[in-house]
Structure formats: C-alpha cells, structure tokens
C-alpha cells in the first residue's frame, strides 16, 4: 500500500507494445485506442493480467479503473492465462443430447480442472462453447484449431494423452 | 436572442426557452419536476435510470429528459398514465433487485431510492425474483461499499472523475453481475480512492456510506476509566445545524459544546486552536522558504484526501508540501502530550474524538505517521457530522433548543482566522493576516483578504505584501487542483497554494449532513450560506489572527519554544511519501 512510486518505472510490457501505446498516446483521443492496446496485449501474451492492464494505463494515460472496467465488460478479453492448448467442447443442443455433458465429465477428471480453468503447467485450458456448425459430429470438441467429433468419454484420455507426449517429445 | 429560442409545449402549456435546454429543464419552468434519479445537476447527463422518461408526440420511443434537447415545435407529456405506469415498473424492478432492509438502512428516511417509490405510488412489489449478492467492502477506514444497494446510477463514478479527478470508480463486468469497484476489482484500501466521501454525498441509497466509529464512541463514553476529550473542526459549526433542521448558515458551535457535554465528553475542545497553531507554524514555514530559497511554492497540507491524492498522483510536487500536520493531527498530538502533562493524566487514558466534516480524516488518523511508538493513534476516533447528528439524535438531546455552551480551554480558544479554515481560501486568508504582519512587522490596516473569497473551484491573485509581490491560488474539488497542478509542473511561479479536497473546502466535505429533501450536493448556493456563517463569525471576534491567540502564545511559552523550532516539529510536523498504485 505505502510503496514508492516515484523514480524510473521498469515496464514489464514489451518494447514494441510499449512504442506502439505511445504513439496512440500522442494522437487524438488516444482513450480511444483502448481496445486496440488491448487486443494487442492479449494477442502477445495471451490474456490481459492486472499488472498489465495498470501498464496500459499508464502508458495511453486512461485510469486504470477504465481499462479494467472495459477489460471486465467484453467477453473476448481474457482475464486469467490461457493453456497452450484450448479445448472448447460444444454446449449446443446437438452434442448435449449426444453425452457432451458426460464428455465435459471426462475432461474434467483427466485435467483435473474445472471447466473455465487453466493446468497448473498451463498446457490446457478448458472452455464451453456453443454450436461449432459440425452438428453431424456431435459431441464434438475443438482442440486449437483441430476439430475432434464423435467423442466418447473413454476416447478423453487417449486425446490426452497425446498431446501430452508430443509437447514432452 | 430571439433567434436561439425554442418554442414547445410541455403538458399542453406552450414555453420558450433557449436552444441546448433540456426537456428537464424545461419542465421545471413551466413548475413541473418531472421525477429523476441517476441525475445529478453538478455531474454529466448520465441517462442510465430512465425515471425520467417522457413521451414525445411523432417519436416512437420514450425519451429520458435529462438527456433530450428542445426542439422547436415539440409536444411533450410528462405524466401520461402509460409514462406513470413505467416509471412505476421501472422503480419496482430496481427495489426487485435491492435489499429489503429500509427501516434498518443508514439512509432510512433520506434515501432518493425510497423517497421515489413512494413518490410513483409503488405500494405493491408486483417483481419477485433473484437478488444480487455481493459482500460488503469495508478495507477502506472511511467509507464502506455495499453494492448490493448499488442501482448503478454511476453518480459515484462520475463525481470520481468529473469533480476530484480521482477515477478511482468504474463499473465491471456486464449484465446482472455490473459491479461498480476500484480498477482490477482491488480493495478501496489498496486503490487510488483519496477518502473524500464524495461518493457518499451524492449516492441516492447506501450504497456508500461512512465506516462508522460510533460504536467505539460509546463504549470510551460509557467507560470510568477514560478521559474521554472531543475536538470539533471549523467546519461542523457552520453544518451540523442542517441535521436538525435549522436553515443552512446557522453557526452553532455553542450548541455542538453543549451537546458535546451532555453526551458526556470531559472536555470539549476546538480543532480552531490549532488552525491557529497551523497559521503560526505555516507562516513561519513559508517565510522561511521565501527568505531561503527554499521551494515553492508552499502547498497546505490540512486536507487528508488532497494529501493521498497528491501521494498518488503528484509525488513530484511533494516537496512542495507544507510539512504541517493537519489541526486535527495536531491537536490529538498536543492534547496527549501538553494538556495531559497539565492535567497531570496518563495520555494512555486518554481517549481523543475528533468531530470532522470528512471521512478521509478517519484515514489521516490511523496514517502511522499519527501514531505513538506503541502504535496507538494519537486520534483514536473520528466521527463525521451526520455520525454526531446522529449520536445527538440517539441520546434524545433537543439540540434545536439547546442552550450555547462554551469550549473547554485552553485548548478551545480561537481566533477569527481559525473559524474561516472550513471555507475554501479561509487557510491561505488566515496565513496571510499572519505573515504579512510578521514581514510589516506592524497591525494591518484591514485583515480582510477579500479576493481569495468566495465559493469558487478555482482563484488566484497577485497580492503585494510588505513589499513582496506574492502569486496565490486556491482550489477545491480535485479537478480544479489538477489544472493548478499543471501549471505547476510546467513551470508556472506561484508562492502559495491552497487545495482542499472537497468543492466548496471543508463545508463541502464528505461527512457533512444530507441535502433536505428534494436538495442535492455540491450545491454551491448552500455551501456560500456554510461559508457565511463562518465568515460572520470571524467578523465578529476581537481576535482575528492565528499569532495573536493568548493561549497558542502561552502554549509556545510554556510548552513548545520556538515557533518551527525542535518541539514543535516533532508534535506538529509531519512527512509525505508517494503510494501506489500510481495515479493517472
């Protein structure tokens, strides 16, 4: 609470971002860039953490509850790191009806994470979705950008699995 | 200007007024309030609660008045049975989602929230369904958030930004889950918050309020073995009459003494005797700085919320600080050290209540800056006034007709220059009156600085004194220091500054009473009636400079030696330092 603030501040962000937040600064309206900034930082590191958020602040000169506020209310920014992997399973009526939710179940106990949750290695991050569009596959799932359907809970571990060997190959 | 005139009817009367006006606006000329809850006529146009909603004839939709400009031609209904039935609904559904708890709630009976419901005639709660829940935050010593009586009205977030320039508030999150916290949802005590109290001030339900201390106040009351001393600020005098009802501008302070007593306080002191002291030891500073080249220019330093703001925001400028406590600091400081010595009583029986008009004073007096070595605070309690109304209200004392007592000395002598402390540009008028007679060495001719007056967020003036050319200024509300700030930094000279926290200076602080029914904070027409009790009540005493008080004199003599000397700081002075998270 009572720390220094005063003297020079070393930024964790990256030199280029930083460049680039500076030259919003210096145009007009550069609270409008906001978004910008922070899809950027997102894109780079993967979610939007507080330490960065007060750096964006700081650099484009918005308070920083702004940049939090705005941070919170879109869905796409993320607030917490995100796994190598994102596995998004399907929630819509066509893969709930074809064993989804034993599916999610699955994936759950072989991560050991809830669903919304990241490992603790940080390879895996587990997200619901809604219909993917490849409803004949039901449950489906999508790995990155790699699409698995036709799931079953037993076939979780094997998917797995792995992944988990070719990351440690 | 007929040219600029818009020509309507509002409920079939027919008005002119110029174009920009609001259909609010408006209405009031024609003598019609139409009914408004997010809005607040200090802030901006806000137009989330849609009470104030009217129908427009030829537009499809229902418009919200604050937020809709006159046009010529415009037909407009305020209180269609269709509009009366909406805004009706639309109160149901925000008590829907609102503790039931009115009779047991802080703002029982001056909530804007509860005052409206039963203003539309909602009797019956037609909506029952899931509440939102959100814990009570209560980390900050000065105010307390319950967002669960949140209705989102945003008025805290833009008196935040808009009038202190703090920012500190923003909404998050979407939907039913929209919480308005601190950036990164981070506890008040570990944000940028500066304690003001202004969000207090303009909440319309309690959704903020002050931490209490009553409790604490009490039981000091209530036990044998404390000497229990209160100290009330210049502010309270020129407010507290407002919680009884009294019309605003009533001074009071023979009353507050009174009831002060009679709610069994041993002695009853006033924080005026060390506005006093502050004069004495801040003339003394500035003219050191003046005649040593030191920095200016001197920044004052009574207001705790003004004080973390510049912490976070200007750590640049804190050697601009005057390195004075606060009167309030300062008296705790002096009452635990020289009165107990003369009352020859333990000052760890001692139990100091200060009476503020500000929450963030309840902050102040738990910095450890104020604390004795064993870390007990050198204030141990601070109430604000509505917490002493309150308290009054609660003992059942008939403040209203209560007869005036007076202020225990020594410590409750003061002169004029101390009861205009509570005034915005009352500290740098008090220290003028004091170091221009110490650099004339002679009585003025008149003590009346009247230009730094006035309930204004920005003065300045060029003034010569003995000789000496002098730059000044003054602000309140924080937005009004950041433009004087700017001009700081950039280089501009000035000799002094004042800044308090607060529009309006201390009678417009975060603990004063509500606004009556139907009245609003920040009102600068109420806070000139505030700020001219206290200018009467200088007026009307023989004393009128800080360094002619007997007994701040005797004080020195007996107690403190030399004015700045080494007592007097260790008991009066203080020092700053600059906090994260850093302010932008």
New interface residues.
Partial sequence: ??????GE?AYTLERDLQDFIASCRKREHPESFLITVLHKVQARCGYLS?EH??EV??LL?????????VA??YHFFRLKPQGKYMINFCLGTACYVRGAPLVVDAFREVLGIEVGETTKDCLFSLEATRCLGVCGLAPVAMINEEVYGKLTPTAIPGIIDTIRRREEA | MATNMIRLTIDGRPVEVEAGTTVMEAAEKTGIHIPRLCYHPKLSVEGACRICIVEVKGMRTWPVSCATKVSEGMEVTTASPAIRQARRDIVELLLDNHPMDCQTCERDANCELQNLAYQLGVRDRQFAGERKCFPTEDSSFSVVRNSEKCILCQRCVRVC?EVQGV????????GAGTVV?????ANM??S?CINCGQCINVCPTAAWIEKSWTDEVWEALHDPAKHVVAHIAPAIRAAIGEGFGLPPGTPAAGKTAAALKLLGFDKVFDTNFTADVTIVEESHEFLDRVKNGGVLPLITSCSPGWVKFIE?FY??LLPNMSSCKSPMSMHSAIIKSYYAEQAKIDPANIYVVSIMPCTAKKFESRRPEFMNAKGRPDTDAVLTTRELVWMIKAFGIDFVNLPDEDFDNPLGYSTGAADIFGATGGVLEAALRTAAEILTGAPLPSIDFTQVRGVVGLKEAELEVAGIQLHIAIANGLQNARELLARVRAGEKFDIIEIMACPGGCIGGGGQPYPPKGGYTIDFDLYKKRAEALYAIDSGKEMRSSHKNPYVLELYKNYLGEIGGHRAHELLHTHY??????G?
């Fill in positions: 609470m009572t720390k220094q603030n005063t501040r507080n958020m007060q602040a700081e000169g918005v308070p920083a509850s702004t940049v939090s506020g919170t209310f | 930004a920012h500190n508030l923003s909404q998050h999150w979407r916290t601190p950036a990164f949802e005590i570990d940028v976070h750590p640049d330092h600059a906090r994260t998270p850093r932008i």
